[in-house]
């Protein structure tokens, strides 16, 4: 089994860098105290610069997880309102 397991934020409270997402199917989580705000797993769009969230697995107002597909791509943890100490990954199935 070859896994990739990203930290895509690590005890932060603001939207994680862009990270190089192998492709395949995967799974998204994040804790933290979520103080009403959002964490979402986000791709970077065709252009190049626009961000698209993945779905509503991925998006997440408290902590947990979701499973995603995406072919190889840039991925990163976005973080809407006021949450504090997240810590949110995305991990390989394959």
Do not use: C
């Not at 705000?37 to 610069?49: E, I, M, N, S």
């Amino acid at each position: 089994m070859n896994t990739q397991s990203l930290t895509l934020i690590s005890n932060g409270s603001a939207t994680g860098p862009w990270t190089t997402w192998r492709g395949g199917s995967g799974t998204f989580e994040a804790v933290g105290t979520f103080n009403g705000g959002t964490v979402r797993l986000q791709k970077l769009g065709p252009d190049g610069t626009t961000p698209i969230d993945v779905g509503t697995d991925t998006t997440l107002t408290a902590a947990g997880g979701g499973n995603f597909q995406l072919p190889p791509s840039q991925i990163r943890a976005a973080v809407t309102g006021s949450p504090s100490a997240i810590y949110a990954q995305a991990t390989s199935h394959q």
